[in-house]
């Protein structure tokens, strides 16, 4: 019976971390997004992420459409913070359903950037 119960949480966190594994290496959506990024910082407790905010302007005079965004690595994090208050567009890709905040406090990982000015 105890022998039983050993496969079973065995299997459960195999599978478990199957699924985070799977969630974090494949893109539900990829995609470009361009505005001006407003904020860049690494937060956290205990798992410390980039987060960002980036401002989409479609018209001028009209309210600013806000997106948020993680930074899964620190050099593209470092790119992105040379380049606050410039026009950019940032690639992302959505991974959706991911299990942890301690990837990321959202589901748009940007995997990179161009400053269009």
């Known amino acids: 019976m105890s022998k039983l ?26 995609g470009e997004r361009a505005g001006y990024v407003q904020k860049l910082s690494k937060k956290g407790w205990l798992c410390k992420t980039w987060e960002g905010e980036m ?3 479609t018209m001028p005079g009209t ?11 620190d050099t593209t994090a470092a790119k992105v ?24 406090d959202t589901e748009y990982f940007v995997t990179g950037i161009q400053v269009a000015e």
């Open 55 to 57: 401002a989409m302007v």
């Open 81 to 104: 913070n040379a380049s606050l208050g410039k026009r950019v567009s940032l690639h992302y890709e959505q991974h959706r359903w991911i299990p942890s905040s301690c990837f990321g």
């Open 5 to 30: 119960i050993v496969i079973a949480l065995v299997l459960l966190v195999l599978g478990f971390a199957g699924f985070t594994w799977f969630t974090l290496h494949w893109a539900y959506a990829s």
């Open 63 to 73: 309210v600013a459409e806000k997106f948020y965004f993680t930074v899964p690595e």
